[in-house]
């Protein structure tokens, strides 16, 4: 309330910064010949006009969500996990352990089952970092980069010498049983007269994303860790006089943190690939420190901005697909929107506090004539 | 009326911040060689206005003369070129250079630094005899006493050949005989014709020291008086715009049984300073102690042992139990569950969570209890309801729970947490400086409540670096230097003198001047201090 409303900080910032990163990222698409009117109408089209397209969307941006919210958590305790993709590949891992050497009845076991598992083995890969930050002090930025390397080298090695099945040529697990397939949006929303999101790997697993949203709220502003976890995140002076454990609340958010990363596996894996593949989480780790920034640490802001980021990802596969422009310059539009609404916030945000105080003042100054 | 220009002369000047008026059409002239006292509470402008003298800030209208010609002072550059200097309430002092180094940051001459430190040590020597402001040249400054690095302070803009010296509350953290002696410095400058103007909240040194006084309430300058023809009493009914009760009315103690026991307390702190060498200590139910200090003699580590947020070694006992000071219940929960409440020192970094709204804060450090929790989630409702209470009972404004605890003032804030605090009904209440940054109209109130929670007989602690404060409200004054407890007196049969050189380490030396006695005591802890770091 000080400087400027609310909703001003948490719908026109972002909307500025997105305003910016577009017409720069027209700028870019114009200096290699290309039309950035056409440009954009590919993208919404190919991610939002077709139901398709909203299946893979919706897909990506089940990813982000995991890992945003996996941020999200640790930021309130003022903690930077960068962890996220390590903590998420070996969520994948869990979820191919479960999903290959248990036989499952029916879907909605393993699901539960590969969410415990993909929750756990990404927990157990943020402890590390967590214990060493705790009792260490050892940067939790710097463990948690070193983390993802590790965990990198370690899928790498299991998917080559242990888990590969004889006789395959690629790094990769079996694919899981049928019994375990999840239910995609095309199998729940497609009737034979209207068929929906066809072929696209949007399913169930965004659900299990949304209750994850509902949990990370609850958790953060209804429940006495929440209220401890962000009082330590505020000022590590204030939760010791209140009686609070440090390390304990480090651990603690780092647990939760590791988790939602580590479930991002059962989208990726159990319910898009259907085994485990190299490099599953394609840089979805990453994509969730932009998603917390730009939705404020707030599990709505979260969801919305990685709806967006899913909306980019998909738009810039259609673009790869249509038109000349190359899969690089994507990522480099994908990066524009990164750095506008993440690292370049305050660009944004300032110049608008002062507009807001100028405009209150001159309206102050109108209500109370000099006298 | 002199004929000459005021050294300052100050028109209309305003500034606001936001919706704040932080300065509103304020005049004011400051005659040269004269030491011109700028008093208010906190938040009355007065550190704005000097920002805007100094070129900190820009003010939305009106103007500055300095000695008579109007000036533009866009930035301290400027400031400095038209003879202001200003020493900070916190010192902008690079602390591993040495004195000299500091003394030419920013004003070297040429590429090479030897030509520029000949010449600043030479011109050191100068004005150390000139106006008794002796400090070693090559002392590094972090391994100074804060009196002394305050003399950098002032010596770096007298070398930029200031003759306006403008002092923000320069004697927050100086002993009383540090104190004296700063002020014989500014005579000595006054003498020379220096003008000084002095920001402070501080009664007292307005009256010592300075030749005209000027009082700002809420952005405004209510009045300019010479100072000898003014009291305290009537300077204060200018601050707050209403009669105040500068002492607390309080009846005599009558102490029962022994709360809190202290025995050979020591802590020793991450650098390997013994920081507590040695306390004994007993706080009896119905009694305020009062420690009485110089900031960082072992006060605030006292209240973190008791607090929870230290770790000691030695005996502590609460209600005859013994007191863990190490380990898992050496932490404030526990502290809370044997009848310790704590208003720290610090309100915005410990006692306040600041980004949290009110009715969180309300409940910090007692949030585990059943009464604010269904199952694992909190009841925000009724921890709403006890807020909205506590902001009732303690008159805290706005009377908003759901404003953030930085949206409150300084005064406010302190309420929020002393309601919180004195609400659990402590056995014994730790106090340290209640009122620090907190203005008279609420230091009264604040008074009152802790001598009220003497009154149902709870033992009290309380830390200030006030002396006017542990005065109104302490039945026992202990005086706390380096560590130890230098002694205990009666409130009724001491005074500031002798407490003075108690805080300064000296148990009375009256033929030695006082400033030379404390010179040698800090030259004594700093070597002691060396040697622990070392050893």
Redesign the interface.
């Given at each position: 309330m000080d400087r400027m409303p609310a909703w001003a900080d948490a719908v026109l910032v972002p909307l500025i910064s997105l305003l910016l990163a577009a017409i720069l990222s027209a700028l870019v698409i114009l200096a290699i010949g290309e039309s950035p009117v056409e440009a954009f109408r590919l993208m919404v089209e190919g991610a939002l006009m077709r139901s398709a397209g909203w299946g893979y969307t919706l897909y990506y941006a089940t990813n982000f969500i995991f890992t945003g919210l996996a941020v999200a958590v640790a930021f309130h305790a003022r903690l930077f996990n960068i962890g996220g993709e390590g903590q998420a590949m070996l969520g994948a891992l869990g979820v191919a352990l479960v999903c290959l050497y248990i036989p499952w009845p029916h879907w909605s076991l393993a699901l539960l089952a590969a969410s415990a598992s993909a929750a756990l083995f990404g927990a157990l890969w943020a402890l590390i970092p967590a214990y060493l930050q705790a009792t260490r002090g050892s940067h939790i930025v710097i463990t948690t980069i070193m983390f993802n390397f590790i965990a990198a080298a370690l899928l790498n090695y299991l998917l080559v010498n242990v888990m590969k099945p004889a006789g395959m040529m690629e790094p990769a697990t079996a694919t899981f049983p049928q019994a375990v397939h999840l239910p995609t949006f095309q199998d729940m929303f497609s009737t034979a007269a209207t068929p929906l999101f066809r072929g696209s790997p949007a399913n169930v697993t965004f659900f299990v994303a949304l209750l994850a949203c509902l949990f990370v709220w609850a958790l953060i502003w209804r429940t006495r860790l929440g209220y401890e976890i962000r009082a330590q995140g505020h000022s590590e002076t204030a939760a010791r006089y209140a009686g609070i454990r440090p390390v304990r609340i480090v651990v603690i958010a780092m647990l939760i943190s590791g988790a939602l990363a580590g479930l991002m596996g059962i989208n990726s894996t159990m319910g898009e690939a259907e085994r485990l593949i190299l490099n599953s989480t394609e840089g979805a780790g990453f994509i969730g420190i932009a998603v917390a920034l730009m939705g404020r640490n707030h599990p709505l802001g979260v969801l919305l901005a990685a709806i967006l980021f899913g909306f980019l990802y998909q738009g810039g596969a259609e673009l790869a697909l249509w038109t000349n422009i190359p899969r690089e310059l994507i990522v480099v539009i994908q990066a524009l929107v990164i750095l506008f609404t993440g690292a370049l916030d305050n660009m944004v945000r300032m110049p608008l506090e002062r507009a807001f105080l100028a405009a209150r003042r001159r309206r102050t100054r109108r209500a109370e004539p000099a006298e | 009326m002199t004929d000459t220009a005021p050294a300052i002369e100050l028109r209309g000047i305003s500034k606001?911040f936001?919706?704040v008026q932080a300065n509103k059409d304020i005049s004011l002239a400051v005659q040269p060689g004269t030491i011109h006292g700028i008093i208010g509470e906190n938040g009355a402008g007065k550190s704005t206005l000097m920002s805007i003298l100094y070129g900190f800030y820009k003010a939305d209208a009106g103007e500055v003369f300095i000695r008579g010609k109007k000036t533009e002072i866009p930035d301290s550059q400027a400031a400095i070129a038209a003879g202001i200097g200003m020493v900070f309430q916190h010192f902008k002092l690079v602390p591993n250079f040495t004195v000299l180094e500091n003394v030419i940051l920013g004003v070297e001459e040429g590429g090479l630094l030897k030509p520029s430190l000949a010449k600043a040590r030479r011109a050191l020597t100068d004005l150390a005899r000139e106006y008794e402001l002796n400090v070693d040249p090559d002392a590094v400054v972090e391994t100074l006493s804060v009196g002394h690095q305050q003399r950098v302070e002032i010596l770096k803009a007298l070398y930029r050949q200031a003759d306006i010296l403008i002092l923000d509350e320069p004697t927050g953290v100086l002993t009383p005989a540090e104190a004296d002696h700063l002020f014989r410095i500014l005579a000595g400058l006054k003498r020379e014709g220096k003008t000084i103007v002095l920001i402070t909240h501080k009664l007292r040194e307005i009256m010592e020291i300075t030749d005209t006084v000027s009082v700002m309430r809420q952005g405004e300058m209510t009045a300019t008086v010479p100072t000898s023809e003014t009291s305290p009493e009537h300077l204060a009914e200018l601050m707050v715009g209403r009669k105040v009760l500068l002492r607390v009315d309080k009846t005599p103690a009558r102490p029962a049984q022994t709360v809190l026991e202290i025995e050979k307390l020591r802590v020793t702190d991450q650098h390997g300073v013994e920081r507590l060498k040695g306390i004994d200590l007993a706080v009896r139910a119905g009694e305020i102690v009062g420690i009485a200090g110089v900031a960082g003699n072992g006060q605030s580590e006292l209240l973190e042992v008791l607090?929870?947020?230290r770790e000691a070694t030695g005996r502590v006992r609460i209600n005859g139990e013994e007191m863990a000071l190490t380990g898992?219940h050496a932490?404030?929960?526990?502290?809370?569950g044997q009848g310790i409440a704590?208003v720290?020192e610090?309100r915005q970094?410990?006692?306040?969570?600041?980004?949290?709204a009110a009715w969180?804060n309300a409940v910090?450090?007692y949030?585990?209890d059943p009464a604010y929790?269904r199952g694992?989630?909190?009841d925000?409702e009724a921890i709403r309801r006890d807020a909205d209470n506590k902001i009732d009972r303690f008159d805290i404004r706005p009377a908003n729970c759901r404003?953030?605890a930085?949206?409150f003032s300084g005064g406010n804030q302190q309420k929020i947490v002393l309601a919180r605090e004195i609400d659990r009904n402590p056995d014994l209440l730790l106090v340290g400086q209640p009122t620090r940054g907190v203005d008279i109209g609420a230091i009264e109130f604040i008074h009152q409540e802790i001598v009220r929670l003497r009154d149902a007989g709870k033992a009290i602690l309380l830390v200030s670096v006030e002396l006017d404060e542990i005065f109104s409200l302490a039945d026992r004054i202990v005086v706390m230097f380096d560590g130890r407890v230098m002694g205990e007196r009666d409130p009724a049969q001491t005074d500031e003198r002798e407490l003075g050189l108690l805080m300064a380490g000296i148990e009375g030396e009256p033929d030695k001047p006082e400033w030379q006695a404390i010179d040698e005591q800090w030259e004594r802890v700093e070597a002691e201090e060396e040697a622990a770091r070392h050893g």
């Amino acid at each position: 309330m000080d400087r400027m409303p609310a909703w001003a900080d948490a719908v026109l910032v972002p909307l500025i910064s997105l305003l910016l990163a577009a017409i720069l990222s027209a700028l870019v698409i114009l200096a290699i010949g290309e039309s950035p009117v056409e440009a954009f109408r590919l993208m919404v089209e190919g991610a939002l006009m077709r139901s398709a397209g909203w299946g893979y969307t919706l897909y990506y941006a089940t990813n982000f969500i995991f890992t945003g919210l996996a941020v999200a958590v640790a930021f309130h305790a003022r903690l930077f996990n960068i962890g996220g993709e390590g903590q998420a590949m070996l969520g994948a891992l869990g979820v191919a352990l479960v999903c290959l050497y248990i036989p499952w009845p029916h879907w909605s076991l393993a699901l539960l089952a590969a969410s415990a598992s993909a929750a756990l083995f990404g927990a157990l890969w943020a402890l590390i970092p967590a214990y060493l930050q705790a009792t260490r002090g050892s940067h939790i930025v710097i463990t948690t980069i070193m983390f993802n390397f590790i965990a990198a080298a370690l899928l790498n090695y299991l998917l080559v010498n242990v888990m590969k099945p004889a006789g395959m040529m690629e790094p990769a697990t079996a694919t899981f049983p049928q019994a375990v397939h999840l239910p995609t949006f095309q199998d729940m929303f497609s009737t034979a007269a209207t068929p929906l999101f066809r072929g696209s790997p949007a399913n169930v697993t965004f659900f299990v994303a949304l209750l994850a949203c509902l949990f990370v709220w609850a958790l953060i502003w209804r429940t006495r860790l929440g209220y401890e976890i962000r009082a330590q995140g505020h000022s590590e002076t204030a939760a010791r006089y209140a009686g609070i454990r440090p390390v304990r609340i480090v651990v603690i958010a780092m647990l939760i943190s590791g988790a939602l990363a580590g479930l991002m596996g059962i989208n990726s894996t159990m319910g898009e690939a259907e085994r485990l593949i190299l490099n599953s989480t394609e840089g979805a780790g990453f994509i969730g420190i932009a998603v917390a920034l730009m939705g404020r640490n707030h599990p709505l802001g979260v969801l919305l901005a990685a709806i967006l980021f899913g909306f980019l990802y998909q738009g810039g596969a259609e673009l790869a697909l249509w038109t000349n422009i190359p899969r690089e310059l994507i990522v480099v539009i994908q990066a524009l929107v990164i750095l506008f609404t993440g690292a370049l916030d305050n660009m944004v945000r300032m110049p608008l506090e002062r507009a807001f105080l100028a405009a209150r003042r001159r309206r102050t100054r109108r209500a109370e004539p000099a006298e | 009326m002199t004929d000459t220009a005021p050294a300052i002369e100050l028109r209309g000047i305003s500034k606001a911040f936001g919706p704040v008026q932080a300065n509103k059409d304020i005049s004011l002239a400051v005659q040269p060689g004269t030491i011109h006292g700028i008093i208010g509470e906190n938040g009355a402008g007065k550190s704005t206005l000097m920002s805007i003298l100094y070129g900190f800030y820009k003010a939305d209208a009106g103007e500055v003369f300095i000695r008579g010609k109007k000036t533009e002072i866009p930035d301290s550059q400027a400031a400095i070129a038209a003879g202001i200097g200003m020493v900070f309430q916190h010192f902008k002092l690079v602390p591993n250079f040495t004195v000299l180094e500091n003394v030419i940051l920013g004003v070297e001459e040429g590429g090479l630094l030897k030509p520029s430190l000949a010449k600043a040590r030479r011109a050191l020597t100068d004005l150390a005899r000139e106006y008794e402001l002796n400090v070693d040249p090559d002392a590094v400054v972090e391994t100074l006493s804060v009196g002394h690095q305050q003399r950098v302070e002032i010596l770096k803009a007298l070398y930029r050949q200031a003759d306006i010296l403008i002092l923000d509350e320069p004697t927050g953290v100086l002993t009383p005989a540090e104190a004296d002696h700063l002020f014989r410095i500014l005579a000595g400058l006054k003498r020379e014709g220096k003008t000084i103007v002095l920001i402070t909240h501080k009664l007292r040194e307005i009256m010592e020291i300075t030749d005209t006084v000027s009082v700002m309430r809420q952005g405004e300058m209510t009045a300019t008086v010479p100072t000898s023809e003014t009291s305290p009493e009537h300077l204060a009914e200018l601050m707050v715009g209403r009669k105040v009760l500068l002492r607390v009315d309080k009846t005599p103690a009558r102490p029962a049984q022994t709360v809190l026991e202290i025995e050979k307390l020591r802590v020793t702190d991450q650098h390997g300073v013994e920081r507590l060498k040695g306390i004994d200590l007993a706080v009896r139910a119905g009694e305020i102690v009062g420690i009485a200090g110089v900031a960082g003699n072992g006060q605030s580590e006292l209240l973190e042992v008791l607090g929870g947020t230290r770790e000691a070694t030695g005996r502590v006992r609460i209600n005859g139990e013994e007191m863990a000071l190490t380990g898992r219940h050496a932490d404030g929960r526990t502290r809370r569950g044997q009848g310790i409440a704590h208003v720290p020192e610090d309100r915005q970094r410990a006692g306040l969570v600041m980004p949290f709204a009110a009715w969180e804060n309300a409940v910090f450090g007692y949030h585990r209890d059943p009464a604010y929790n269904r199952g694992v989630l909190m009841d925000n409702e009724a921890i709403r309801r006890d807020a909205d209470n506590k902001i009732d009972r303690f008159d805290i404004r706005p009377a908003n729970c759901r404003l953030s605890a930085r949206s409150f003032s300084g005064g406010n804030q302190q309420k929020i947490v002393l309601a919180r605090e004195i609400d659990r009904n402590p056995d014994l209440l730790l106090v340290g400086q209640p009122t620090r940054g907190v203005d008279i109209g609420a230091i009264e109130f604040i008074h009152q409540e802790i001598v009220r929670l003497r009154d149902a007989g709870k033992a009290i602690l309380l830390v200030s670096v006030e002396l006017d404060e542990i005065f109104s409200l302490a039945d026992r004054i202990v005086v706390m230097f380096d560590g130890r407890v230098m002694g205990e007196r009666d409130p009724a049969q001491t005074d500031e003198r002798e407490l003075g050189l108690l805080m300064a380490g000296i148990e009375g030396e009256p033929d030695k001047p006082e400033w030379q006695a404390i010179d040698e005591q800090w030259e004594r802890v700093e070597a002691e201090e060396e040697a622990a770091r070392h050893g």
